[in-house]
Structures are given as structure tokens and as C-alpha cells.
């Protein structure tokens, strides 16, 4: 158990939180997945989930994370400023997010990360903290065990998907796509990045009957997750990122509906571990 990886599920929902009684059952908090790899915590988005995170973190005395943004539409990073770990002095945060066109990532994560917004400003952060610029296609190292490859993605801001994977460990090996619309090529394009993957990570905003009032808002739907897991050949596919108005009861059913035609999807509920 000792190279196990755990995957934890710390927010599920797109665009706001949600904490209404209706949605106790799967989660209310928007995205954010942790994965303990023993040696590094490497955390896909930074939305309100990653609150629960800290507490994770301090019982395990870690102070290294490495934090991968897929965009800063405010759902995926909302949970920044009040991440305890970059107010640790003895703590080392590493931010990896996509260059932007005229500006620099820093830049735009200050622009947030700044009053009138939050009291505190990214100077503030008392943390050792590194902030990598990527652009789409580029492939980087965490430690000495980790590569991380990046694809382009299909929404309406500049958007990454990531593939986690260990060296020399193929079946050790994470695709994050949040937020994707599935246009022809960017199926294809997904198809490859996920070939072979342990665990597709999938943008499953709308229900497959709403998809088709929301062509254009940069989302997709568990059924489309399934065709491309299974084009992929992936072993595990976790539908995520819930659309905000999706009650326990919706969900419930939208499961029961893809379980019934794929059987290695889950959908994800906040709390939820997964090993590999």
C-alpha cells in the first residue's frame, strides 16, 4: 500500500456553492479533487473545497502543495484566499496555471487575490509561493515521481486539462477535464490525452436532455464522459462539477441512469476516497 495514490473528492459543483439541505448528499462546494501521493499532495482546482483540505493537510504535518488550475473562472479558485497553508511561513505552495495572452498568470490571480475583493493581497502570503506559467501542450515535473502533461481545452476562457502520472507506473495515471464542451475534435484530442488512463476526471455540468439548451457555455454531460472513457480505454470514469441547480434527487437519478449503461462510472460525492 505504501506507492498507493488517494484521491480525494473536496467539491463537486459548478459556477457557486450550493449548502441548501437538498444538497447534503453529493456536496455543495465547487471544484476541487486532492491527490496524496505519498511524497507531493497535488490538488486539481482551488474552488470553495479546497477549505477542507487544510485540515488534511495539518493532521498530516505536510506543508508542500501543488495546486493545478484549470481557469480562474471564480468556482475554481474561489477557495485561494483563505487556504490556511499560504499563511504558514513553513509552508511551500506551487500554483500552475495557463499563460495568458496579454498579461501574466500572477497578474490575473492578483487581480482577485487583492482588496477591494479580499482584505489580503498575494504579498501577504507569509508562505514560500511559486506561481508557474504554462502554455497549452507543455509538460513539467513535480519532484522527482510526478509528470504532468497539459492539453488545450474546449471553453469559452483559455482553459487546461492535466494528466497526472508516475514515473514508470502506467497504471498510476489521472486525466482532470473540467470545464469541457465535446466538439468532434476535441473528442479526438481527449481521447488520446486519457488513452490508458486509471482515472478520467469528467466535466459533467448538464444532464444529458439539458445539454442542448447550453451549446456554447463550454460543459458537457456524463454520456459524453462514457463515450470517451470508452474510446480511451479508461478504467474508472468520475462524473463531477455538477450544475448548481442539480438537487440530491436529480443526481440520484442521473446516477442510477449511467450506471445502468457504463459500468466503471461513479459520480462524485464530497468525501468520497479513491485509491489507485
Not at 473536496?10 to 471544484?31: C, K, L, Q
Not at 501521493?37 to 487544510?54: H, Q, R
Not at 497504471?171 to 481521447?191: F, G, H, P, R, W
Request: aromatic share 10%; with cysteine.
Amino acid at each position: 500500500m505504501e506507492n498507493m495514490w488517494k484521491v480525494s473528492v473536496r467539491g463537486v459543483r459548478g459556477a457557486m456553492p450550493r449548502m441548501d439541505r437538498d444538497y447534503m448528499n453529493y456536496g455543495g462546494n465547487t471544484s476541487c479533487i486532492s491527490v496524496d501521493c505519498k511524497e507531493e499532495v497535488v490538488v486539481f482546482d482551488a474552488g470553495s473545497g479546497l477549505l477542507s483540505l487544510s485540515e488534511f493537510l495539518q493532521n498530516q504535518k505536510l506543508k508542500r502543495v501543488h495546486i493545478l488550475l484549470t481557469h480562474l473562472h471564480l468556482d475554481h479558485i474561489m477557495g485561494l484566499p483563505a487556504f490556511s497553508l499560504l499563511y504558514d511561513p513553513e509552508a511551500e505552495v506551487h500554483l500552475y496555471g495557463q499563460k495568458p495572452e496579454n498579461s501574466a498568470f500572477q497578474t490575473q490571480i492578483g487581480a482577485v487575490f487583492h482588496p477591494p475583493y479580499w482584505p489580503l493581497s498575494l504579498k501577504d502570503c507569509k508562505a514560500s509561493l511559486h506561481i508557474h506559467e504554462l502554455c497549452a501542450g507543455e509538460s513539467f515535473s513535480i519532484g522527482s515521481r510526478l509528470h504532468v502533461r497539459t492539453l488545450l481545452g474546449s471553453h469559452p476562457d483559455p482553459c487546461l486539462y492535466y494528466r497526472l502520472a508516475s514515473f514508470g507506473e502506467t497504471d498510476k495515471s489521472i486525466v482532470y477535464a473540467l470545464d469541457c464542451e465535446l466538439t468532434k475534435e476535441m473528442e479526438n484530442q481527449l481521447s488520446d490525452f486519457s488513452r490508458d488512463c486509471r482515472l478520467l476526471i469528467w466535466d459533467s455540468n448538464f444532464a444529458p436532455e439539458d445539454i442542448g439548451q447550453h451549446r456554447g457555455w463550454g460543459h458537457s454531460t456524463w454520456e459524453e464522459g462514457v463515450r470517451v472513457g470508452r474510446t480511451a480505454n479508461v478504467k474508472q470514469l468520475l462524473a463531477t462539477h455538477y450544475d448548481l441547480h442539480y438537487k440530491d434527487n436529480f443526481l440520484k437519478k442521473q446516477e442510477y441512469r449511467a450506471k445502468q449503461s457504463c459500468n466503471f462510472i461513479e459520480f462524485a460525492r464530497e468525501g468520497m476516497e479513491i485509491t489507485l
